[in-house]
């Protein structure tokens, strides 16, 4: 059944230290709410948990970007939109790219935060691969004070987070990729835009002397959380183009996922999937040609 509006409660604070002092007063009572893309289906349900919301759009610490030369920091309230216009994204982080052109539709990435997109915790979400396979941190303020925690170690299980009641994610900070690299994202779907993933991978490999130093791999829809895949990073580091262990690693990535039946696929199916993008991720990078600063 349909929420009714009148039995919520609603706050807008205009800065950061009026937000934080709120959480801070009555830890858990008030819902924060950015874009309210995901909040809102709830509360059209009947379903959204906590009759307060603490409207944190306008806060303008949450806002703006920082760029220098070795990393790029998002405010929290980053729309998809606003990604996109974004040129540093274009050139260093292409496959961040890639998801927000994928999530939603125009309405969509007009309101949706990158915030909100990660504490919303779905693990079928379209930029948490993009963010582990570019080694992202997320910043977590609340009145106690700020910390810093690597992306990765973030999702600890489903919607379950290293988030305290009273802690707010401020920015998202994403190390800049130095000399020869290579990018990939496949989000798969029943549809190319407006669909959930079945399955969904980003990487993002660092190539010196055409050996592959360092392979990041981020997944989506195959385990209760967002992760990487440590096992099959671990099966191509250190190989040379011309001869990586792509059979090796569509093994290793198996040990990786944890899939699950749904609506959308079976396991099995995103098992086989999940292989099949690896491997073709893989032969992309044993074919590619780097140039020298540019993604
Ligand atoms: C029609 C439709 C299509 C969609 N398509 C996609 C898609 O293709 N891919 C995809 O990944 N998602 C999709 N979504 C989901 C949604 O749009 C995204 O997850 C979006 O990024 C959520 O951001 P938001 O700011 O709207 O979050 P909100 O709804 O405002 O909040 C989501 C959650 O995050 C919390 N939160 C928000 N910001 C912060 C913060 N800074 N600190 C702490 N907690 C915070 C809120 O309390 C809430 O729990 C879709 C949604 C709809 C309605």
């Known amino acids: 059944m349909r929420s009714f509006l009148p039995d919520y409660a609603i ?7 009026e937000a934080l002092g709120i959480l801070a007063a009555e830890p858990g009572a008030w819902t924060p709410i950015a874009g309210g893309t995901d909040l809102m289906v709830l509360f059209n349900a009947g379903r959204l948990p906590g009759r307060r919301l603490l409207d944190i759009s306008r806060i303008y610490e949450l ?3 920082e760029d220098d030369p070795s990393r790029l920091s998002l405010g929290s309230l980053i729309t998809y939109s606003e990604l996109l216009e974004q040129r540093a994204v274009h050139q260093f982080f292409p496959n961040l790219v890639k998801s927000a052109r994928a999530t939603g539709a125009l309405a969509i990435q007009n309101r949706g935060t990158l915030g909100g997109n990660i504490v919303n915790a779905s693990p079928a979400a379209d930029t948490p691969p993009s963010l582990l396979a570019y080694g992202a941190e997320v910043q977590l303020v609340s ?3 700020s910390r810093w925690v690597p992306y990765d170690a ?3 299980d489903y919607k379950k987070m290293d988030l305290a009641p009273d802690e707010l994610v401020a920015r998202i900070r994403l190390p800049k990729p130095q000399g020869l690299g290579f990018h990939f994202y496949r989000k798969v779907g029943t549809r190319q835009a407006q669909a959930i993933s079945k399955v969904c991978l980003a990487a993002y490999a660092r190539i010196e002397d055409r050996v592959v130093t360092e392979l990041r791999v ?4 195959v385990a209760p959380v967002p992760l990487r895949a440590r096992r099959a990073e671990a099966a191509v580091a250190g190989h040379p183009l011309e001869a990586l262990p792509i059979e090796e690693a569509r093994r ?38 780097f140039t020298p600063g540019h993604p």
């Open 218 to 221: 981020g997944l989506g829809s």
């Open 63 to 65: 806002r703006g970007i």
């Open 252 to 289: 290793a990535v198996l040990e990786d996922i944890s899939p699950i039946d749904d609506i959308r696929a079976s396991a099995h199916y995103r098992r086989v999937v999940t292989g099949n993008v690896l491997a073709q991720m893989l032969t992309e990078l044993g074919q590619s040609r």
């Open 154 to 156: 973030f999702h600890l």
């Open 11 to 17: 706050q807008a604070p205009g800065t950061l230290a």
């Open 143 to 145: 009145v106690r004070g």
